[in-house]
C-alpha cells in the first residue's frame, strides 16, 4: 500500500465530498462507495455534451475522481494518519498499461489487484460460474462491460475504470483526418481555435468540422469507423487485469449475444 499523508486524505476527501469534508469520523467511511459511484457517474467524459462541458476537462475530473477513490479506500476501515509527514524517498515512476496514453492508471499484477480488491470487498479473482438467471441482468441489450459488471463477474470499481481506459485507447479524430489527407494540421488548429471562440466545445470536433465545411458527412463517418477500428477492445482490460481468463471471453461474449437477441426490436 502507498504511503498516505493526512494531506493526501483530506484533498481527496474535497473531490469527493465537498470542500467541507472533514477526515476525522465515521460518516465518509460509510458513504465512500456511494458517493464515488455517483461522483464517477456526474464526471464520466461521455457526458460532455448533456452537460455543456468539454470532454477533456471531464477526463481530467473523471481521473481525480478515481484516484480519490483510491487513496480513501486503503483508509477505509484504518486510522486516518497523523498530520506530520514522513521524509521518504521519491515513488518511482509506475508502470503502465501497454500502449496506454501518458497519464493512465499505473497496471498493477492480477495479484496485486485482487488483494487490493479483497480490501475493499470486492472479488474481481473469483471465476463466476455462470449462475446468474438471464432474468437477473437489465432487461435491455448491454455491452460487454455491462454484462460483466450486472452478471457479477467484475466490481463496479473495474467497470469505471475499463470505460476510462478504453476512451484513453481512442485516437484523435483530428489525426485520423490528417493521416488520411482529408485535413491539414492548420486546418485542425483552426476548427479548435473557432469551436473555442463560439463556445462550441461541447459540440464533438467531427461534427462542428461538418459544420465548418472542412469535412464531408461521407468522410465523417468514414473516421469514425476507423477510429473505433483503433480503438482496443474493452474485453482487453478485463484479461490484463486479471477479472477474468482469455479463454472466458468467447463463452462470455456467446452468452451476451444470446441475452441481446432477446431485446432485438
Known amino acids: 500500500m502507498l ?8 484533498a481527496a476527501g474535497r473531490v469527493l465530498f465537498g470542500p467541507a469534508f472533514r477526515a476525522e469520523g465515521q460518516g465518509w467511511r460509510v458513504d465512500l462507495k456511494t458517493t464515488y459511484r455517483r461522483r464517477a457517474l456526474e464526471t464520466h467524459p461521455d457526458r460532455a455534451r448533456s ?10 475530473e473523471f481521473r481525480r475522481v478515481a ?29 503502465r498499461h501497454r500502449g496506454a496514453a501518458d497519464g493512465a492508471p499505473p497496471a498493477e499484477a ?29 432487461r435491455r441489450k448491454l455491452r460487454l462491460a455491462e454484462y460483466l459488471y450486472y452478471s457479477g463477474r467484475v466490481p463496479w470499481t473495474a467497470f469505471v475504470e475499463a470505460l476510462a481506459w478504453q476512451r484513453r485507447q481512442r485516437p484523435a479524430l483530428g489525426r485520423i ?16 481555435e473557432e469551436r473555442r471562440l463560439r463556445d462550441a466545445h461541447a459540440v464533438p470536433f467531427g461534427e462542428f468540422a461538418v459544420r465548418l465545411g472542412y469535412l464531408t458527412s461521407f ?4 473516421i469514425l469507423g476507423r477510429q473505433l477500428r483503433l480503438q482496443r477492445r474493452i474485453g482487453e482490460f478485463f484479461v490484463e487485469n486479471g477479472f477474468i481468463d482469455a479463454g472466458d471471453l468467447d463463452e462470455i461474449r456467446r452468452r451476451l449475444t444470446r441475452h441481446n437477441a432477446r431485446w432485438v426490436r
Open 3 to 10: 504511503q498516505v499523508t493526512l494531506e493526501d486524505v483530506i
Open 177 to 192: 483526418a490528417v493521416d488520411w489527407g482529408f485535413l491539414d494540421p492548420e486546418d485542425v488548429g483552426r476548427i479548435m
Open 110 to 138: 492480477p495479484a496485486a489487484r485482487a488483494a487490493a480488491a479483497a480490501k475493499r470487498g470486492e472479488a474481481p479473482g473469483h471465476r463466476v460460474r455462470y449462475s446468474i438467471h438471464p432474468e437477473s441482468l437489465p
Open 51 to 60: 452537460v455543456g462541458r468539454t470532454e477533456s476537462d471531464l477526463v481530467a
Open 219 to 222: 468522410q465523417l463517418l468514414a
Open 67 to 95: 484516484e480519490a477513490y483510491r487513496v480513501l479506500s486503503q483508509l477505509a476501515g484504518g486510522p486516518v494518519p497523523v498530520p506530520a509527514r514522513p521524509a521518504v524517498p521519491p515513488r518511482p515512476a509506475p508502470a
